[in-house]
Each structure stands twice: as structure tokens, then as C-alpha cells.
């Protein structure tokens, strides 16, 4: 079975403080991704990688870092937390053919910033 | 600006009637149209997905119509049941194996009994 797992499950942060979001893969997939989930917004593209050593800005990525030291892992980092952050974020790796493919995602990470 | 928009934001039916989920789309690009859904306190999964080349795409009781030409596509769910009430996204993806999903802002769907 497909893994994708995340850490923190929760976590409340103060304003202007470091955060820092990892996710884990286990399906050996080349590309991973941070959505945020907000209501009345569905899930909106932060970051992305195609592999190690690379990431790429996604829709909305003001106000966030990421960060892929390996196949497995992948990190969002937020420098300056600020209350707008306040939301679910989701990690996803996916594996895509011409006619297939799809996305994986972690069990979400709740993030509260005070 | 919205790439992918979906309509309705919620609807309700009653058990066995079809429920219709609308998407459309602006880009030509964009060559995989997946609809996922998610029920309260879980992650999105993917439920059924089509390629522009086909204008249908049936799974059980879960339909996918898709119209190129107009850059629609929705998906029809027949014999609602109250198991399916859930959030569905449509997404659309960009860019072949470094793909990239854009989704759809969810349509909440109630299925009464």
C-alpha cells in the first residue's frame, strides 16, 4: 500500500515563528507536492519537486520555502508564521503516465498560528 | 485567477437520484481531468478520471461527461446513496510526468434518506 506520511499531525505556532512541515513517501515516486486546504478555497498548489534537489513554486507560494534532500522527503518551511497560514496542509506524491496516473496524499497536517 | 471552476459549492439529494458535479476549464494545456473526494476527517483520493480523447468515462454508478469543445466536464453519480455524501474536487493536470494538479474549489455533497 501506498505511504504518504506527515509530521506534525497538529501543531499551533506563534506569530512570526519558525514552522516547519515534513512529509515522507514510500512509493518511490519522482514528484511531490504541498497543498494548503482552506473552506470555500479546495486545495491550492504551495510547492512542488520533480525530485531530489529540486522544488518549484506552485500557485500560491508567497510566504513559504520547500525543501527535497531526498527521493522520500519533502519539507514545507514557513520562515515567519503569520495567522493566514492557519489552515491543513496536505502532502501528495504522484506517479503519472500518459493515460494514468495520480496523486497520494498524507493525512494532512493541522496548523494553528496564534 | 481560478483555472479549474466548479459548481455547485454544495447540493443535496435525496437517496437514488443522480447527483451532477460541474467543472470547466480555461486552459488548452491541460491533458488529464481527475475527480477526487473526500470524506470528513480523511485525505483526498482519486474516484474516477478521463483524458480529453474520450467524452465518457464510467465507473459502477460514477460518470464522467466530457465536452472539449466547451472545456466542461461533470461528473454524475446515479443511485446516490447516503455513503456517498462527501467533498468532491474535479482537478486538472498540466505538464506529462512533471505534472502538476490544479483542483476544482469542492462541491459538498448531502445525500438524504
Known amino acids: 500500500e501506498a505511504a504518504v506520511t506527515q509530521s506534525p499531525r497538529n501543531k499551533v505556532a506563534v506569530t512570526g515563528g519558525k514552522v516547519t512541515l515534513s512529509c515522507n513517501q514510500t512509493n518511490n515516486h519522482n514528484n511531490m507536492y504541498w497543498y494548503r486546504q482552506d473552506t470555500g478555497h479546495g486545495l491550492r498548489l504551495i510547492h512542488y519537486?520533480?525530485?531530489?534537489?529540486?522544488?518549484e513554486k506552485g500557485d500560491i507560494p508567497d510566504g513559504y520555502k520547500a525543501s527535497r534532500p531526498s527521493q522520500e522527503n519533502f519539507s514545507l518551511i514557513l520562515e515567519l508564521a503569520t495567522p493566514s497560514q492557519t489552515s491543513v496542509y496536505f502532502c501528495a506524491s504522484g506517479a503519472w503516465g500518459a493515460n494514468t496516473g495520480q496523486l497520494y496524499f498524507g493525512e494532512g497536517s493541522k496548523l494553528t498560528v496564534l | 485567477q481560478q483555472q479549474v471552476r466548479q459548481s455547485p459549492q454544495s447540493l443535496t439529494v435525496w437517496e437514488g437520484e443522480t447527483a451532477i458535479l460541474n467543472c470547466s476549464y480555461e486552459?488548452?494545456?491541460?491533458?488529464?481531468f481527475p475527480w477526487y473526494h473526500q470524506f470528513p476527517g480523511e485525505s483526498p483520493a482519486l474516484l474516477i478520471a478521463?483524458?480529453?480523447?474520450?467524452n465518457k468515462k464510467e465507473d459502477g454508478r460514477f460518470t464522467i461527461f466530457f465536452n472539449k469543445r466547451e472545456k466542461k466536464f461533470s461528473l454524475h453519480i446515479a443511485d446516490s446513496q447516503p455513503g456517498d455524501s462527501a467533498t468532491y474536487f474535479c482537478?486538472?493536470?498540466?505538464?506529462?510526468?512533471?505534472?502538476?494538479?490544479?483542483f476544482g474549489k469542492g462541491t459538498k455533497l448531502s445525500v438524504k434518506s
Open positions: 478521463i483524458r480529453p480523447v474520450s
Open positions: 486552459d488548452s494545456t491541460f491533458d488529464y
Open positions: 519537486s520533480y525530485g531530489a534537489g529540486s522544488t
Open positions: 482537478a486538472a493536470r498540466r505538464g506529462g510526468s512533471n505534472a502538476k494538479l490544479t
